[in-house]
């Protein structure tokens, strides 16, 4: 009788410790529940271990609260969700998607607009606008960071929402709805063929996700529409969801870049917002994140080719898109540094910051310097006038006796002789 090696005695005790494992996938929609049945089903036929189990949530920000519950362990998310788990609940990202070649495990943030329209980069204020959803990275994040950043929106005291209420002509920001400027951020958002879920940050809204948020453009809803790269050759010449009612051409849409000029949606590469991130499954900080890969990666060495019985990188069979992994995913890998920020990377990080700002960090006054009777009375009429309406910082004049006193005291950071006109009233 031949004795098992040593090799194969650690791998039966290995096979015979994950059959006894399950790992609770997180979906948020019915579509999204069937395709992970059908793709357990696909798993266990095959012989992967460990088990899978859906679990259904009602959105993204739901399975994380299910997720710190351990009542699920895992779940694709995009670049802000990612933050936000992470910072706020300890998450860790342990598995990339890998869209192409070239982009890698990432992808761009467009602007789209149709081609017969005349809006540019630098004339989007009072126009409608689509969002893919509330946080959600270039839907949300990267376009408000851009504005901000380019000096086209302005953001006193962290007040994002209002900000962004203001700009636009009305807007469809899905998950919007339980904020104080709903009426604007969800003036556009159509909700399911019944008029339920009206703005809300799931399927059951009709311009909800990338999509989504392009359908909200190309039915007219909307002026503008912030997606990703690959969002509009997605969703036209051919690949028009039937439940849309129409035949989209590609041709028919421009981006808007940064220069203010316009482009071909095929020139994503030169004409963008921002390089963002790729999605990342996420799990808790005490799941074994080789172990999700393994379970993944035996996965899609059998389903991720045409004509296997399963198909994890498409979701055309569930009449939806980006079911469960990005349909332009190439395949996954995993993530060596487990941590948000290292996934994330610095510039996101930096632009995360900006619009995540906490109005108790700001600083109580902002010491305007001024050199001159006329200075001096100018600057207390614009500090009465800030906190009239209620602006943060309030401002403080304070009197130098030439520019370069103003500059030497700025530059050290020392508070400058008070005048009495500066405090606002």
Not at 82 to 92: M, Q, V
Not at 134 to 139: A, L
Not at 172 to 190: D, I, K, N, Q
Request: glycine share 10%; hydrophobic share 35%; net charge negative.
């Amino acid at each position: 009788m031949r004795v098992p090696s040593v090799a194969l005695w650690l791998f039966l005790a290995l096979r015979t410790a994950l059959s006894g494992m399950e790992v609770r996938w997180c979906t948020t929609s019915d579509p999204e529940q069937q395709k992970c049945s059908d793709m357990s089903k696909a798993f266990q036929e095959a012989g992967i271990q460990p088990s899978l189990l859906c679990i259904q949530g009602t959105s993204a920000d739901h399975c994380v609260q299910l997720i710190i519950a351990q009542e699920a362990d895992a779940i694709t998310l995009d670049g802000g969700a990612i933050y936000e788990a992470g910072k706020e609940h300890g998450l860790k990202p342990v598995v990339g998607e890998v869209y192409d070649q070239e982009v890698g495990t990432s992808y761009y943030a467009v602007a789209v607009v149709k081609r017969s329209s005349n809006v540019t980069i630098n004339t989007l204020k009072g126009v409608k606008s689509c969002h893919t959803g509330i946080n959600r990275t270039v839907g949300w994040n990267v376009p408000v960071g851009y504005l901000v950043e380019s000096g086209h929106l302005s953001v006193m005291g962290c007040d994002v929402l209002k900000a962004v209420s203001d700009y636009f002509g009305g807007s469809c920001v899905p998950g919007a709805g339980e904020t104080s400027y709903s009426e604007s951020l969800c003036r556009l958002c159509r909700g399911d063929t019944s008029g339920e879920g009206v703005c809300d940050k799931s399927p059951l809204e009709r311009y909800y996700d990338y999509s989504g948020a392009f359908r909200c453009l190309a039915e007219g809803a909307g002026d503008v529409a912030f997606v990703k790269h690959s969002t509009v050759l997605e969703n036209t010449d051919g690949k028009t969801l039937p439940s849309w009612g129409q035949v989209l051409r590609s041709q028919d849409f421009e981006l808007l870049c940064r220069d203010g000029s316009r482009a071909d949606v095929t020139r994503w590469r030169q004409c963008h917002l921002a390089r963002v991130p790729a999605h990342a499954v996420v799990v808790r900080a005490d799941t074994d994140g080789g172990l999700i890969f393994r379970l993944l990666n035996e996965g899609q060495l059998l389903f991720s080719h045409e004509g296997s019985s399963f198909q994890m990188f498409s979701s055309e069979a569930y009449g939806q898109k980006n079911l469960l992994f990005k349909d332009s995913t190439l395949e996954l890998v995993p993530i060596a540094t487990q941590t948000y920020e290292a996934w994330l990377g610095p510039e996101y990080l930096h632009a995360m910051k900006g619009l995540f700002c906490d109005p108790s960090r700001l600083p109580p006054y902002l010491h305007w310097c001024v050199l001159s009777t006329p200075e001096i009375q100018k600057c207390g009429d614009m500090a009465v006038a800030f906190s009239r309406q209620r602006l943060k910082p309030e401002i403080q004049c304070v009197s130098a006796e030439s520019p370069q006193h103003c500059m030497e005291q700025i530059q050290v950071g020392a508070e400058l002789p008070r005048e009495g006109l500066g405090e606002p009233g």
